[in-house]
């Protein structure tokens, strides 16, 4: 069956435009996260989705960022006001239920000039 | 706060040697604990799945072990291939409605 999906692939923006990255789970999977993966830092958390329950939000690290789950399917991930210390790789997975297996999308490669 | 460390940062190995990955974590009290693998640019591929109340799992040539009190979870590659060249990640889920905490990853290298 289909992986988890993301888009773009890659995103060039400038420095202070905001983005928009997608994220398509697996379908049926109920908990949905979004990680941020840097050069030299590791995967961080950034926020975590469980069917129609509040998100924790904890792993967020500015009010620049926010998230949203439409439907308990797709997610958009959307960054505002870019700045260059935001250029990463954003991951996003899927799992069938909070404790279960998580399933990583291919990811969005986000340059911030 | 919990802290996941893999050791080595990098490992070099001729092809059809066996070897461990090591992954320590500070809070043994965890929910299951997750090996993945990446590839140069690529998003993480599952490898295997240990839930704390589990010591082992194996899949084909991979076995991975996990001894919660001391705080350890070790891979095993059996006849390693140039193909099995990557970055292999472990990951600690602390409870069951938490995100994944990853190590920075050991990068192996199987050379021909």
């Known amino acids: 069956g289909a992986g988890v999906s993301q888009s773009p692939s890659n995103k060039v923006t400038e420095k202070g435009k905001d983005v928009e990255l997608r994220c398509d789970p697996i379908s049926g999977h109920t908990a949905l996260y979004w990680y941020r993966q840097s050069l030299g830092q590791g995967l961080e958390f950034l926020i975590y989705f469980q069917g129609n329950s509040a998100p924790d939000k904890s792993g967020l690290p500015s009010d620049r960022f926010s998230a949203e789950r439409t439907g308990g399917s797709v997610s958009t991930l959307t960054i505002q006001r870019t700045q260059q210390e935001d250029s990463a790789v954003y991951l996003c997975?899927?799992?069938?239920?909070?404790?279960?297996?998580?399933?990583f999308g291919p990811g969005t490669r986000l340059t911030v000039t | 706060k919990q802290e996941v460390t893999q050791i080595p940062a990098a490992l070099s190995v001729p092809e059809g040697e066996n070897l461990v990955l090591n992954c320590s974590f500070t809070?043994?009290?965890?929910?299951?604990l997750q090996w993945f693998r990446q590839d140069p640019g690529k998003g993480l591929t599952s490898l295997l799945l240990?839930?704390?109340?589990?010591r082992e799992q194996t899949s084909g040539r991979l076995n991975a072990s996990l001894d919660k009190s001391s705080g350890r979870s070790t891979l095993y590659i059996a006849a390693s291939q140039p193909g099995d060249s990557a970055t292999y990640l472990c990951a600690v889920k602390g409870q069951a409605g938490t995100a994944l905490i990853f190590g920075k990853g050991t990068t192996l290298s199987v050379s021909s």
């Open positions: 240990i839930q704390s109340s589990q």
């Open positions: 809070d043994s009290a965890i929910y299951n």
């Open positions: 997975a899927s799992s069938a239920d909070r404790g279960g297996e998580q399933y």
